[in-house]
T-cell receptor, first 114, second 113 residues
Framework: KAGVTQTPRYLIKTRGQQVTLSCSPI?????VSWYQQTPGQGLQFLFE???????NKGNFPGRFSGRQFSNSRSEMNVSTLELGDSALYLC?????????????FGPGTRLTVT | DQQVKQNSPSLSVQEGRISILNCDYT??????FLWYKKYPAEGPTFLIS?????DKNEDGRFTVFLNKSAKHLSLHIVPSQPGDSAVYFC????????????FGKGTRLSVIA
């Protein structure tokens, strides 16, 4: 099976702009989660989508939003970018119908806000 | 409030010796724990997991130990190899519910040849 793919891999934006990141999960996985990784902060949970519905949400401002399509692909959007939004954004998919709860991560999108 | 803590930001070990990475958690509702390994420019990859009904789980060179009373888990790598050099993240969740994984900040392991 193909792994989780994320596009684009690298992105440079200016403060105040908005950005959309894309994630394609492993075939058959219906859950997609998004994380922000910054130096010294580990992986911080943004939100999770399951069957096109947001199931969980982390403690991030409303500028961060997401959605999931019927084919399980997901997008996240960040509006009015701030310098502090510079980070690696990781997407992970999981097969919640099974007995395991492992999440499989994509390579991430490195966002730089200038 | 950090619910999952990895208090050692880095660890250096000689090749062939044992690497022990530690993780503490504060939420007593957590009952499922995972370890991930991350190389630069790649996403984290799942390594090994353990549920709270066990106190040990092995997979090849990797063993995870869980001490529920101390709310502590550790990952042992024996023998350590240079290819094990990476950042290791501990994560916890409630297996029975659809709750997100909570990650620690990671420990950078360097295995010296």
């Amino acid at each position: 099976k193909a792994g989780v793919t994320q596009t684009p891999r690298y992105l440079i934006k200016t403060r105040g702009q908005q950005v959309t990141l894309s994630c394609s999960p492993i075939s058959g996985h219906r859950s997609v989660s998004w994380y922000q990784q910054t130096p010294g902060q580990g992986l911080q949970f943004l939100f999770e989508y399951f069957s096109e519905t947001q199931r969980n949400k982390g403690n991030f401002p409303g500028r961060f939003s997401g959605r999931q399509f019927s084919n399980s692909r997901s997008e996240m959007n960040v509006s009015t970018l701030e310098l502090g939004d510079s980070a690696l954004y990781l997407c992970a998919s999981s097969d919640t119908s099974g007995s395991s709860y492992e999440q499989y991560f994509g390579p991430g999108t490195r966002l730089t806000v200038t | 409030d950090q619910q999952v803590k990895q208090n050692s930001p880095s660890l250096s070990v000689q090749e062939g010796r044992i690497s022990i990475l530690n993780c503490d958690y504060t939420n007593s509702m957590f009952d499922y724990f995972l370890w991930y390994k991350k190389y630069p420019a790649e996403g984290p990859t799942f390594l090994i997991s353990i549920s709270s009904i066990k106190d040990k789980n092995e997979d090849g060179r990797f063993t995870v130990f869980l001490n529920k009373s101390a709310k502590h888990l550790s990952l042992h790598i024996v023998p350590s190899q240079p290819g094990d050099s990476a950042v290791y993240f501990c994560a916890a969740s409630r297996y029975s519910g659809n709750t997100p994984l909570v990650f620690g900040k990671g420990t950078r392991l360097s295995v010296i040849a």
